[in-house]
T-cell receptor
Framework: DAGVIQSPRHEVTEMGQEVTLRCKPI?????LFWYRQTMMRGLELLIY????????DSGMPEDRFSAKMPNASFSTLKIQPSEPRDSAVYFC???????????????FGPGTRLTVL | GDSVTQMEGPVTLSEEAFLTINCTYT??????LFWYVQYPGEGLQLLLK?????DKGSNKGFEATYRKETTSFHLEKGSVQVSDSAVYFC??????????????FGKGTKLSVIP
């Protein structure tokens, strides 16, 4: 299995530009998560999906952020317009159906390092 | 809400030293507890987990015991190696009903092991 795939691995953009991050979860996983990691705030959950439906987006920082999951094998996180404070590493993770809610291991992608100038 | 508190880092140890990274939590339900490890330039990967009180998770020489009475899940290893240098995250998963579950990570503890 290839694991969770994220693209691009690195993104450098200028303030005000639109940024789209992409994620392909592990096949068969029905939960997908987007996280943001910074030195100041640590690892933050932004949003997660179950069977392609957004379940909890309370971690999305503001309306400039949006996430979609059009099918079971693809998700995007979009920032429009981007700002320097959005600079961070963004991780996607997926999990497999387990024996019960809350016990599923999450598998993380390698992350996208975003720099907004 | 639920929370996880990890000991502050960074932690620097000599090879073969004993490692303890403290983790305590607060939760209203019966959470599952995890330790994740992040090697430089990589995403997080599961190190070990425990799903109920008194369970012991173990992997690669690391161990942690789910202690409900002290609300703790401390990570230990008897003899660390240079290859254990990484950032370690304690995490808590609890189910809050209606298909929504709480995911909480500690801030991470950076471990450096020197030869």
């Amino acid at each position: 299995d290839a694991g969770v795939i994220q693209s691009p691995r690195h993104e450098v953009t200028e303030m005000g530009q639109e940024v789209t991050l992409r994620c392909k979860p592990i096949s068969g996983h029905d939960y997908l998560f987007w996280y943001r990691q910074t030195m100041m705030r640590g690892l933050e959950l932004l949003i997660y999906f179950n069977n392609n439906v957004p379940i909890d987006d309370s971690g999305m920082p503001e309306d400039r952020f949006s996430a979609k999951m059009p099918n079971a094998s693809f998700s995007t996180l979009k920032i429009q317009p981007s700002e320097p404070r959005d600079s961070a590493v963004y991780f996607c993770a997926s999990s497999s159906p387990g024996s019960g809610i809350g016990t599923d291991t999450q598998y993380f992608g390698p992350g996208t390092r975003l720099t907004v100038l | 809400g639920d929370s996880v508190t990890q000991m502050e880092g960074p932690v620097t140890l000599s090879e073969e030293a004993f490692l303890t990274i403290n983790c305590t939590y607060t939760a209203t339900g019966y959470p599952s507890l995890f330790w994740y490890v992040q090697y430089p330039g990589e995403g997080l990967q599961l190190l070990l987990k425990a799903t109920k009180a008194d369970d012991k998770g173990s992997n690669k020489g690391f161990e942690a015991t789910y202690r409900k009475e002290t609300t703790s899940f401390h990570l230990e290893k008897g003899s660390v190696q240079v290859s254990d240098s990484a950032v370690y995250f304690c995490a808590l998963y609890s189910y809050s009903g209606a298909g929504s579950y709480q995911l909480t990570f500690g801030k991470g503890t950076k471990l450096s092991v020197i030869p």
